[in-house]
């Protein structure tokens, strides 16, 4: 493909990655909803049997040559590899096994989606980075931390999608996709590592930039008017990176629960799978290390020490939770509760090495200080030490961002397992495709109700880890305990 073809197939692509991100996940939770709510699951339609992160309701029109064709689109909505005419007229459909079609459909969808996400890439670079009114307002060590290596990511983008494109051009029924990510991801995806863990620095600098610089904030708002962003905010092209490597291993998720057991596209699925978690794990603990950092920074500002200070801020320390409890003092005979001198109030830092006690704050949330002190005890609906046979699922219909160490920030579609509630409206959960736990508010997410539903979400996020070795072996050991 010449470069001007190249750049005319970025052109043409009808969706910016946030607005195809949004729709894929809005169509996903919605699937999930009239899969809950039949009876049985088994009658589901083909259509409605697995969420595809964007599913058009109308085929191709244009009849361009097949490069372009692929992955333009006039309308608001991607295509379906079935839809393409020249899928359509070759005859393979009515050879082709409908799971092998829904494989298909998986593997096109990889490809599309990277596409739409290489044109917001490109358009973070060309209409802000490279911003002439920008450059003159941010000092080089501004734009370095707001931009980060924004041009290495967009490379490694552009030479992933050009051979995924190359793959989709061999043949009109595709052989396979996760070969090719299998070998970017390890040669090549170490640059979202640096880019997500550098997420902390990038979110202060910026929120410093709109208050300390009127010019900045002037330009940014003038930019994002440009019909070319659609509505969309600056700060959703910084986080395309973060979002892009978590939902790319998603959809290697979704094309392995697709292949055939024991085949070698199970296995390719499988050994990308395993990287794609290798890469995402690695991005989130970069961006641990250096919210723990700025977090410890913080808090031993807070903190004064009556007789001998005591030094917080460590490398291999970090918050696990803080809030207020109340304690109880005098005599054992006299403890009760309606003896209210017998308590004080006390405010507590509960770092993973050292309990800090502190001056009395008011208030009290019992349950979730009993998961963080002890996070192996039983919870209310499910031992931690015995196998996961069925529990309540929910499923994430509003994005949640955590604000305590021990919350879990959630996206549109996750499921988790509930672990635990509180009367006051909190989950303990453990989301199914990475096992994260972690509290979050009951009003973000919808309750999964058919048990059926819920058994094949469990079956699937098995087979999904079955290579991950150390998975296993946590698994194991947690069945035998």
């Known amino acids: 493909m010449t470069a001007d073809s190249w750049r005319n197939l970025i052109e043409h692509i009808g969706l910016l990655y946030q607005e195809y991100r949004d729709k894929s996940t809005r169509e996903e939770i919605e699937t999930r909803r009239l899969q809950d709510s039949q009876t049985d699951p088994e009658e589901t339609s083909p259509s409605e049997e697995t969420p595809s992160e964007a599913e058009p309701t109308s085929t191709i029109e244009n009849k361009a040559p097949p490069q372009i064709n692929l992955l333009r689109n006039s309308n608001s909505r991607f295509n379906l590899w079935q839809d393409l005419p020249e899928v359509q007229n070759s005859g393979v459909l009515s050879i082709l096994q409908p799971d092998e079609i829904k494989l298909q459909e998986a593997m096109f969808e990889l490809v599309t989606s990277e596409a739409s996400y290489y044109k917001s890439l490109n358009l973070l670079v060309s209409h802000f980075m490279e911003n002439e009114r920008l450059k003159k307002i941010l000092h080089q060590s501004e734009a370095h931390i707001l931009f980060s290596n924004v041009l290495d990511v967009m490379a490694v983008s552009e030479r992933f999608l050009l051979d995924l494109e190359q793959r989709v051009?061999?043949?009109?029924?595709?052989?396979?996709?996760?070969?090719?990510?299998?070998?970017?991801?390890?040669?090549?995806?170490?640059?979202?590592?640096?880019?997500?863990?550098?997420?902390?620095?990038?979110?202060?600098?910026?929120?410093?930039?709109?208050?300390?610089k009127p010019a900045f904030w002037e330009v940014i708002s003038q930019l994002e008017l440009d019909p070319k962003c659609k509505g969309l905010s600056f700060s959703s092209f910084?986080?395309?990176?973060?979002?892009?490597?978590?939902?790319?291993?998603?959809?290697?998720?979704?094309?392995?629960?697709?292949?055939?057991?024991?085949?070698?596209?199970?296995?390719?699925?499988?050994?990308?799978?395993?990287?794609?978690?290798?890469?995402v794990k690695a991005c989130n603990e970069g961006v641990r290390k250096m919210s723990r950092t700025e977090q410890m920074i913080s808090i031993q500002k807070k903190l004064e020490f009556k007789i001998k200070s005591v030094p917080i801020i460590s490398h291999s320390r970090w918050l696990l939770k803080q809030g207020e409890l109340q304690q109880m003092n005098g005599p054992k005979t006299s403890r009760t509760l309606r003896t209210k001198k017998l308590f004080?109030?006390?405010?507590?830092?509960?770092?993973?090495?050292?309990?800090?006690?502190?001056?009395?704050?008011?208030?009290?949330?019992?349950?979730?200080?009993?998961?963080?002190?002890?996070?192996?005890?039983?919870?209310?609906?499910?031992?931690?030490?015995?196998?996961?046979?069925?529990?309540?699922?929910?499923?994430?219909?509003?994005?949640?961002?955590?604000q305590q160490p021990d919350e879990l920030s959630l996206e549109l579609a996750d499921v988790l397992n509930i672990l635990d509630k509180t009367d006051d409206g909190w989950i303990f959960g453990e989301r199914l495709h990475d096992q994260e736990r972690g509290w979050f508010p009951s009003s973000i997410g919808e309750e999964i109700l058919n048990p059926k539903i819920r058994a094949q979400n469990l079956k699937e996020c098995f087979r999904v880890h079955k290579s991950d070795d150390s998975q296993r072996r946590k698994l194991g050991s947690r069945n035998r305990q």
């Open 238 to 279: 910084l986080i395309l990176p973060f979002q892009r490597i978590t939902r790319l291993k998603l959809l290697v998720q979704n094309i392995l629960k697709k292949v055939e057991e024991k085949s070698d596209r199970e296995s390719t699925a499988l050994d990308a799978h395993k990287e794609l978690e290798t890469v």
């Open 169 to 212: 051009e061999e043949n009109i029924v595709i052989s396979d996709v996760c070969d090719i990510v299998y070998q970017h991801t390890v040669n090549h995806f170490s640059v979202y590592i640096t880019y997500v863990s550098n997420q902390t620095y990038q979110e202060r600098a910026y929120k410093q930039l709109l208050q300390d």
């Open 344 to 402: 004080r109030e006390i405010y507590l830092f509960l770092f993973n090495d050292l309990l800090v006690i502190c001056r009395q704050i008011p208030g009290s949330e019992m349950k979730r200080w009993m998961i963080s002190l002890a996070p192996n005890r039983r919870t209310k609906f499910v031992s931690f030490t015995s196998r996961l046979v069925d529990c309540p699922q929910i499923q994430c219909v509003h994005p949640y961002v955590a």
